[in-house]
């Protein structure tokens, strides 16, 4: 019943920008913790970004400072504002969402709602 659908990802230099989003429905988007993963090839699914139902937000400490998750819960649309890129956050992204973790939210296996994911390519 839920998807989501990412969008948004493409080829920018290092230093660039870019501004992923990612389109849900078949849910309420305020009653959802929403966040943002990425995997690249030969590397495990690690997370990126989440927002919090109450609004909240927490970082990987990889990203922190550089990206920015936001929503728009009347829109049903959540958002990945990223900056200052480097060539290691080369990767698929993926959005998620969840109601009720099923072990803790930094891993992938938490979640159980996915997108289909964005290809975000850095070049140096």
């Keep these: 019943q839920v998807q989501l659908v990412e ?3 493409g080829l920018v230099q290092a230093g660039g920008s870019l501004r992923l989003s990612c389109a849900a ?8 913790v ?3 993963f ?3 090839p030969g590397k495990e699914r690690e997370f990126v970004t989440i927002t919090w139902s109450g609004g909240s937000t927490s970082y990987a400490d990889s990203v922190k400072g550089r990206f920015t ?14 900056n200052s890129l480097k060539p290691e956050d ?19 296996a938490a979640w159980r ?4 994911g964005t290809q975000v390519t850095v070049s140096s």
Excluded: H, P
């Design 38 to 40: 990425r995997q690249a």
């Design 113 to 116: 709602n996915w997108g289909q």
């Design 7 to 9: 969008s948004g990802g």
């Design 69 to 82: 998750i936001s929503r728009d819960n009347a829109k049903n649309r959540v958002y990945l504002q990223m």
């Design 90 to 108: 080369t990767a698929v992204y993926y959005c998620a969402a969840e109601r009720s973790f099923v072990g803790s939210y930094y891993t992938s």
């Design 25 to 32: 429905s078949g849910l309420i988007l305020r009653t959802y």
């Design 34 to 36: 929403m966040a943002w």
